[in-house]
Every structure is written in structure tokens, then in C-alpha cells.
């Protein structure tokens, strides 16, 4: 014990360990009926983290291009545990995404994106479109059959944008076919652009809750400051944030030991597309709302009135920290709710709806 201390005071004279330590005991996170949901963006860390540590992995073995397919199912059937890491990889990309839905409807319905937070949701929004290009472009890496017709048909949402949609899909997919090119693209996307991305405004995006502390829901702020109460975030609620990520790694071995990620047959353009076909889920309701635009309004436009409508809500739900700004609580704070109950159901009824439609 004494050694520790020893050493701890060694490092703590050259590296300011003390001042460190002051700094996240400052912090406190607010205890009333709704904490639980502060747990989520830390969630939704723990996963990124596990992306990491087993993308690193995974590129050990992977060969992209010509030989996307063959180092995938070496990878997944001659590789010690390598089919674990990669299902691991699989499963964890998915919980991450709906766990920073969770994270970003409860930070809506908590009104946390109100002054001083905005910046805390405006780059929330960027990390969560990062998070679903890293989906996108992860999920043709290993060049199989599903992964192949699911990329042509989701570059069909760029593509009904009018004027730069047909551009931009022959942009990303490196000419007007899904081929090897298309996999050296996303490759380059998926392990250098996307992280050089996403790292330094994740760190922006914590830096942002290090500074303004976690933000109560109106019901809350409207106590009296005495009946308010709080925690140290460290150690007490950093503890507790643990304990929910030892829950995440346990739901995530579960599943990526007993439903390991099937690897399927390998792409063959010349084949014709399997039936049921689709995108990932996360992109299931834009899909659904393409498609059903597309059979209201036959023809080019109403696929194009579809992805207008889509991105118009988009912006809409960017920019609700100027809608409904701080200290507000009459009628625009009322609408604000009812626009974020309106855009959840509207998620979820055209998830449910796409995948319904399949059968
Ligand atoms: C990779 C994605 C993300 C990660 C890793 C992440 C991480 C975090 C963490 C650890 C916190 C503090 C704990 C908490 O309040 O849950 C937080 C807070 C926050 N996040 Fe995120 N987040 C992500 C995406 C998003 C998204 C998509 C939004 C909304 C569009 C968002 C908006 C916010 C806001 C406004 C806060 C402050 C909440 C408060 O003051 O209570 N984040 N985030």
C-alpha cells in the first residue's frame, strides 16, 4: 500500500494527478426519477470502445478489395475465435446505434439540448450520422451476397435526391456498379475517414457534459434548489456507469457467442438479387418512406418529394435548440414534445411497416 502511494505521489508531482482528480470529483450527475436515462451515453461510449478494440483486430486479418470475401471467411472459419470478433464486431455496431437512439431521444424528451447544451446536440447529431455511414459502409466490407445487393439498394436513397443524388452514389460506389472499387472506397471510409472523424468530435461532445454537467428535465428545475438532489460523479456515479457497462458486455457476449454473424454466400453480380432484400434496419424507415412515395407519386418525383420530406424533418430535429430554447416552458416547449412523440412514431411505424411489407 505504501508503494502505491509512493508511486502514485511520484506520478502525481510530474503529471498533476491531484488536479485531475479535483476536477472529475467537481462534477456532480442529478438523482430524481429519470437518472437512469443518463446512463445511456455511456452506453453508447462503451460500444464505440468495443468497435475499436475489435476493428483493430479484425484488421489483422482482412484484405479488402479482390479479397474482401476469402479473408472474411478465413476470418470467420480458420482464425482462432476470429468468427467471435467478428460477430462481436457485428453485433456490438448495431447495439451502439440503437443504444445512441435511446441516448438521443431521452436527451430530446429531457429538453437537455436547451441553452448552454446546444452544441452537445448538434454534434451529437453529427456523431450519430457518422455512427450510421460507419454502419452503412462496415456492412459491404465483407463483400457477401446480402451485403452486396443491401449496398445497391441503400445507395438507392442518395440516388433519389434530385440533381446530386445520381453523383453522389456513383461517387461513393467508385462507378455504376457495386464491385471492388466500391469495397476499397468504404475500406478507406470505414477505418481511416470516419474514426479521424468521429474521435476528436466525440472528445468535443464529452468535453461539452465535463463543462455544463448533466441537464435536469424541466419538472425537475422547477424545485426549489434544496429538494434537488446529486452525486459525485466520480466515484459514485463513474461506479454506477461501470455496472451498466459490465450489463452491456454481458448482453453482447450473449449474443455474439449464441447467434454468431452468418457470413452467407459470396457476391455475384450475375446472380439475380434474393427475394426481401433490404437495408440494414436503422435505414429501414427512410427506405419504407422512398418506397411508399415512390408508389404515391409514380415516377422519379415522388421518390425525390420522399428524401426532401426526409431531410427537411432532418434539419427540423437539428435545429430544435432554436425552437425551443432555454427557460421556455408555455406552448413552443409543448410543440417541441409533441414534434419528438411524432418523429418516434414516425420511426417506428415505418421500421415496422418496411419490415412487414417484406413478407
Ligand atoms: C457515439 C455517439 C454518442 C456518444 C458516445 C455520446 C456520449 C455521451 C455521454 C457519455 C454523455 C454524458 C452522459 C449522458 O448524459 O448520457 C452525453 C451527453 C449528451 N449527449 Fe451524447 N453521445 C452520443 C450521441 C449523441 C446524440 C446522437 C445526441 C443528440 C442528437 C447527443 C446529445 C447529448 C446531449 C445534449 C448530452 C447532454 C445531456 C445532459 O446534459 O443531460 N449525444 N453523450
Known sequence: ???????????????????????????????????????????????????????????????????????????????????????????????????????????????????????GWWSGMVLLLVTMVFGFSGYLLPMNELAFFATKVGLDIPNSLPVIGHKIATLVRGGPEVNEFTVQRFFALHVVVLPALFIPLLGFHLWLVQKHGNAVPPAEEAKPPAQRKSIPFFPNFMMKDLAMWLIALNVLALLASMFPWDLGAPADSLKPAPTGIHPEWYFMSSFQVLKLFGQWFPGAAGEALGMILFTLGLVMWFLIPLYDPSGKSGQRARWATYFGLFALSILLVTTIWAYAALN
Open 1 to 119: 500500500m505504501k508503494a502505491l502511494s509512493s508511486i502514485y505521489t511520484w506520478a502525481d508531482e510530474r503529471l498533476g494527478l491531484d488536479d485531475l482528480l479535483h476536477f472529475a470529483q467537481k462534477k456532480r450527475v442529478p438523482e430524481h426519477a429519470h437518472s437512469a436515462w443518463y446512463y445511456w451515453g455511456g452506453i453508447s461510449l462503451f460500444f464505440f470502445l468495443v468497435q475499436a478494440i475489435t476493428g483493430v483486430l479484425l484488421l489483422i486479418y482482412y484484405r479488402p478489395g479482390p479479397d474482401a470475401f476469402e479473408s472474411t471467411r478465413q476470418i470467420t472459419y480458420e482464425i482462432h475465435f476470429g468468427w467471435l470478433i467478428r460477430s462481436a464486431h457485428s453485433w456490438a455496431a448495431n447495439l451502439m446505434i440503437a443504444a445512441i437512439f435511446v441516448h438521443m431521444f431521452s436527451v430530446f424528451f429531457m429538453k437537455a439540448y436547451r441553452k448552454p447544451r446546444e452544441f
